[in-house]
């Protein structure tokens, strides 16, 4: 019995991404031409580069160290601060049971 519920959670699993990554997978044939474009006026305005390609995108381009560097370091900023909000609300939210005087 076991089997057949991993089978139907592997199905559902299958067609979430299919939900998923269909439309996803037809936008991106329909906009094609728009990523070139887009490509051309990243690398146009230094924000990929073409050479010393630390981090490779599709196309050619990427990212070299100092923009590897770049976006670490923005992704640990939004990290830092999404976790600082979510403790100062949950901080929060328990000092308003404690002082309703739920202390579960």
């Known amino acids: 019995m076991a089997s057949s519920s991993f089978f139907e959670s592997q199905k559902d699993e299958d067609t979430f991404w299919l939900i ?10 329909f906009f094609a031409p728009m990523v070139e474009s887009v490509r051309l006026w990243l690398i146009e305005h230094h924000i990929i580069v ?5 981090l490779p995108l599709p196309g050619g381009a990427g990212l070299d160290l100092p923009r590897v560097l770049l976006l670490a370091a923005v992704l640990a900023l939004a990290i830092t601060i999404t976790t600082r909000v979510l403790i ?3 901080k929060k939210k328990r000092l308003a049971r404690l002082i309703e005087g739920d202390d579960e």
Do not use: D
């Open 20 to 29: 998923i990554a269909g439309p996803l997978l037809i936008a991106s044939g």
């Open 50 to 54: 073409t050479e010393a390609v630390l």
């Open 88 to 90: 100062a609300r949950y």
